[in-house]
């Protein structure tokens, strides 16, 4: 079942320049701030409400983002839908056809779990779902 959007991820080449306007001049107080190695990305999450918009910025051009910025620029890069139960969601996904980038949930930012669907199977849209982890 979702919930509400969890984030929107938007890929940047330079997070403190994108600081500048999310938080310098939008104003949006930075919540979190993190590397994850495993995706290749560093990543800053800003409060928007109850959501959030997640800077990405790649951590070499050899990395999901890399290849993104190299071939479409900065930008939106995807949307991130909340879940309560994440594998059941990947049950009904992939009992639809849908195709997934992850069979099974990783570990995201703040140790959510997360699970990323193909846009060839979304319209085009790269979308995430999340899982928060059990304290938030
Ligand atoms: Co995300």
Redesign the pocket.
């Known amino acids: 079942m979702l919930g509400r959007i ?4 938007v890929a940047v080449e330079d997070l403190d320049t994108a600081l500048k306007l999310y938080a310098d001049v939008l104003k949006m107080p930075v919540v979190h701030r993190e590397t994850v190695t495993e995706q290749g990305v560093e ?1 800053v999450l800003l409060d928007v409400g109850e959501s959030h918009v ?1 800077l ?1 910025a790649p951590l070499g051009p050899d990395t999901p983002v890399g290849k993104f910025l190299a071939k479409k620029g900065p930008g939106l ?2 949307v ?1 839908y909340q879940v309560s139960d994440i594998e059941a969601t990947l049950a009904a996904l992939k009992a639809a056809g849908t195709r997934l980038i992850d069979e099974t949930p990783r570990i ?2 703040r140790n959510s779990r ?1 699970a990323f669907v193909h846009p060839a199977s979304t319209g085009g849209v790269l979308t ?1 779902i ?1 899982q928060p982890a059990e304290d938030h």
Do not use: F, K, S, Y
């Open positions: 969890d984030h929107i991820g990543a997640e990405l890069h995807h991130a995201g930012i997360v995430e999340v």
